[in-house]
């Protein structure tokens, strides 16, 4: 059982930065691709960057390249987005991710889902 905490969301002026993390509470977290998602009120979770446990690729949506950069810390089991240049459509709850099948995780139905973290981006 692999259980994931997010931090770090917040209130933010469009155009300022922050960086969520997700703890795992599992030993073979470097064995997991993370990823990172959001849902917005009325509207569905999507999927929004992703890094695979081999080599660490990454993967982002159209919507945030360039802007959010996702890593990790395998020997923290952290996982972590920043997010710089934020605008308010970015409002959102932001959910991290876990799964050994990486087309599963980007197809947004990981194994293992965190609680969230609520961000939200003032204009």
């Known amino acids: 059982q692999v259980q994931l905490v997010e931090s770090g969301g917040g209130l933010v002026q469009a155009g300022g930065s922050l960086r969520l993390s997700c703890a795992a509470s599992?030993?073979?977290?470097?064995?997991?691709?993370m990823g990172w998602f959001r849902q917005a009120p009325g509207k569905e979770r999507e999927f929004v960057a992703a890094?695979?446990?081999?080599?660490?690729?990454?993967e982002y949506a159209d919507s945030v390249k360039g802007r959010f950069t996702i890593s990790r810390d395998n020997a923290k089991n952290t996982v972590y987005l920043q997010m710089n240049s934020l605008k308010p459509e970015d409002t959102a709850v932001y959910y991290c991710?876990?799964?050994?099948?990486?087309?599963?995780?980007?197809?947004?139905?990981?194994?293992?889902w965190g609680q969230g973290t609520q961000v939200t981006v003032s204009s």
């Open positions: 599992v030993r073979t977290f470097s064995t997991y691709h």
């Open positions: 890094m695979r446990w081999t080599g660490g690729a990454t």
């Open positions: 991710g876990a799964d050994y099948s990486y087309s599963d995780l980007k197809g947004s139905f990981p194994d293992y």
